[in-house]
């Protein structure tokens, strides 16, 4: 399977800590870019970064990407409760491949 | 429209009928996305249209699934003699194209095989 791996599964912090999630791939990648899921249903795009670059921020996330280890993260910093939500990284495999690929999710709950 | 916007938002439907699912995507976007999401798991890729050309239709589970896009923009998910395990979430996406550009989604159809 082409498809991500997330980890954690699940992640439940406090309001105002620093959130990370991880995501790998095993496959060559032309870029990454990861999703926000409130409740189930529409996913939101919130960030993408090139396979070129190494880390990009926007707002209070960051994203880091090692295309040597297969592996991006995505942290957000001082969350929110609002951050209450599953997190996708997903990614468009090698050449010739135009498969908009999703990784399992992370479900992250911020405790006020 | 603004955004991608997917019909019914809702369905139940019994065992064996057949279903069909409608994606209005956002207009001048080529590249369309079926998925499906079960309860709590990640998105399953089902089928990927980009303009004119063939569909990548590696994700269909089954024969049972089939899609297709009329004039490069509405596209219809049909199931037919559904079954239980057809239940889920299906979202739809589109994107400008193909490669470094985010997809936008639907807010989905919750199918409910009873």
Known sequence: ?112 | GAGVSQSPSNKVTEKGKDVELRCDPISGHTALYWYRQSLGQGLEFLIYFQGNSAPDKSGLPSDRFSAERTGGSVSTLTIQRTQQEDSAVYLCASSYREGPYEAFFGQGTRLTVV
């Open chain 1, 1 to 112: 399977s082409q498809q991500g791996e997330e980890d954690p599964q699940a992640l439940s912090i406090q309001e105002g800590e620093n959130a990370t999630m991880n995501c790998s791939y095993k496959t060559s990648i032309n870029n990454l870019q990861w999703y926000r899921q409130n409740s189930g249903r529409g996913l939101v795009h919130l960030i993408l970064i090139r396979s070129n670059e190494r880390e990009k921020h926007s707002g209070r996330l960051r994203v880091t990407l090692d295309t040597s280890k297969k592996s991006s993260s995505l942290l957000i910093t001082a969350s929110r409760a609002a951050d209450t939500a599953s997190y996708f990284c997903a990614f468009y495999s090698g050449a010739g491949s135009y498969q908009l690929t999703f990784g399992k999710g992370t479900k992250l709950s911020v405790i006020p």
